[in-house]
């Protein structure tokens, strides 16, 4: 029996696909504590492409650009956290998508505190 090859078809990623990885590669990240609101704003009240915390835009080229919008622990070094979440959500859309990245713009919008510690003005 002989076989023959036929050509690979297209796979098109949601951008919801994509928003999903980002957010749950982002919250494996120690020191993150979750996803922030994004702020609003006249130009971005109609976007398509905006999930909780993240903003995803993918180029002609198929380069994706993310930025996402993060709300970290207390007691965590922000630039380094910052650093990690870029690495491992790059990493994460090249690896499983096999999509060119961009870049990944961290954004953090807020610190949690423990409940228990009173902050001194």
């Given at each position: 029996?002989?076989?023959?090859?036929?050509?690979?078809?297209?796979t098109t990623i949601a951008p919801g696909v994509l928003a999903t990885i980002i957010k749950l590669t982002a919250l494996q990240v120690d020191g993150v504590s979750r996803l922030a609101q994004i702020p609003s704003s006249v130009n971005t009240l109609f976007s398509?492409?905006?999930?909780?915390?993240?903003?995803?835009?993918?180029?002609?080229?198929?380069?994706?650009?993310?930025?996402?919008?993060?709300?970290l622990t207390d007691k965590v070094e922000i630039r380094q956290t910052?650093?990690?979440v870029q690495d491992e959500v790059?990493?994460?859309?090249?690896?499983?998508?096999?999509?060119?990245?961009?870049?990944?713009?961290?954004?953090?919008?807020d610190i949690d505190y423990q409940n228990n510690q009173s902050i001194e003005a």
């Open positions: 029996m002989a076989t023959t090859e036929r050509p690979p078809g297209k398509r492409n905006r999930d909780d915390g993240v903003e995803i835009t993918v180029e002609e080229d198929g380069r994706v650009y993310a930025d996402l919008h993060l709300i910052s650093k990690k790059s990493e994460a859309i090249s690896k499983m998508v096999g999509m060119d990245v961009g870049s990944i713009n961290v954004h953090i919008e």
